[in-house]
């Protein structure tokens, strides 16, 4: 009983992201893009993170398309609407940067 007891303590009052052995935890932060662009900031793929890192997020968009927000696990996000943003590592998160064409302005057929 007292073995638990001084870990429950000792948990209780470790910082976020500290595990018992007074180590940092790591997550996984999983970045995609849809077609007509790309994330080139940190780029795409699996990245591991210590808890707490603050990832900078930047999509950049193909000749020809826009960028249309971010998609997945966007609560985490700092702005998901932003083309340049941050995502807090405090869990493993999946996030995609949505893309589509640009609309193009067509002049009237004329009879």
Known sequence: ???FSIFF???AF???GMTYDNTLQSYQLTI???SG???TLPGEGTRTYDAGTVVELVATPD???EF???TGDTVHIANPNSISTTITMNGSYS???GFRRELQDFEPIRP
Do not use: D, H, K, Q
């Open 32 to 34: 995609s893009s849809t």
């Open 1 to 3: 009983m007292t073995v």
């Open 14 to 16: 470790l910082p976020e």
């Open 63 to 65: 000749e020809g398309y």
């Open 9 to 11: 303590i000792m948990s």
């Open 37 to 39: 662009g790309t994330v």
């Open 95 to 97: 996030i995609s940067a």
């Open 68 to 70: 249309r927000g971010w």
